[in-house]
């Protein structure tokens, strides 16, 4: 089946550097990218969509300037988190649509540390 | 824009007997699709079953049921002779048709479920 693939799956960063968050469709061709986050205990959040060969839209609330995504390809997504702090440690997780009418897929998810 | 609303935070179930998650959820849309998640400790999101709107029929796999009302946009998960490794979260979801505007994956709280041994 339909397969996403995503690295890291945990890091652990110092305030003020950033990291990338990687997410790659494996058999299929994903022109969307959802990218989600999770507080312990609480729900997905849906941060932002991101289109391969266009700009991210983003969900009310949501720095695109902090969290930079990209859709290089049919087949990779990327979230920068930027000058991370500690307030930014989370579970991030991607999913995409294999096609219509399947239920979308997920990556393993990323855990970020921030100190 | 559409909401799902699971009202049992947490849920405890002896193994092997029947636990039902409740999910209610709000849309002016006829044709969707909703979904049962469960995230183990793992946090991996694995999907459970799925229904869509215009079918009747209520979905089954294997343990897993649903009782999917659209009326009163009600859809329900029974799990059967329950296991301990069903000890998780479970998310309702809720999505239109891939496609169509707007079309993503809102998630309900979460409700989550101890099996106990």
């Known amino acids: 089946g339909a397969v996403v693939s995503q690295h890291p799956s945990w890091v652990i960063c110092k305030s003020g550097t950033s990291v990338k968050i990687e997410c790659r469709s494996l058999d299929f061709q994903a022109t969307t990218m959802f990218w989600y986050r999770q507080f312990p205990k609480q729900s997905l959040m849906l941060m932002a969509t991101s289109n ?3 700009k991210a839209t983003y969900e009310q609330g949501v720095e695109k300037d902090k969290f930079l995504i990209n859709h290089a390809s049919l087949t990779l997504s990327t979230l920068t988190v930027t000058s991370a702090h500690p307030e930014d440690s989370s579970f991030y997780i991607c999913s995409a649509p294999p096609g219509t009418g399947s239920p979308l897929h997920f990556g393993n998810g990323t855990r970020l540390t921030v100190t | 824009a559409q909401t799902v609303t699971q009202s049992q935070p947490e849920m405890s179930v002896q193994e092997a007997e029947t636990v039902t998650l409740s999910c209610t959820y709000d849309t002016s849309e006829s044709n969707y699709y909703l979904f049962w998640y469960k995230q183990p400790p793992s946090r991996q999101m694995i999907l459970v079953i799925r229904q869509e709107a215009y079918k009747q029929q209520n979905a089954t796999e294997n343990r897993f ?6 009326a009163a946009k009600s859809f329900s998960l029974k799990i059967s002779d329950s296991q301990l490794g069903d000890t998780a979260m479970y998310f309702c979801a809720f999505m239109k048709p891939w496609g169509t505007s707007g079309s993503r994956l809102t998630f309900g709280e979460g409700t ?3 099996v106990n041994p």
Do not use: D, H
Request: overall charge neutral.
């Open chain 1, 52 to 54: 391969e060969g266009s």
């Open chain 2, 65 to 70: 049921s649903v009782n999917f009302q659209k």
């Open chain 2, 112 to 114: 989550q479920l101890t």
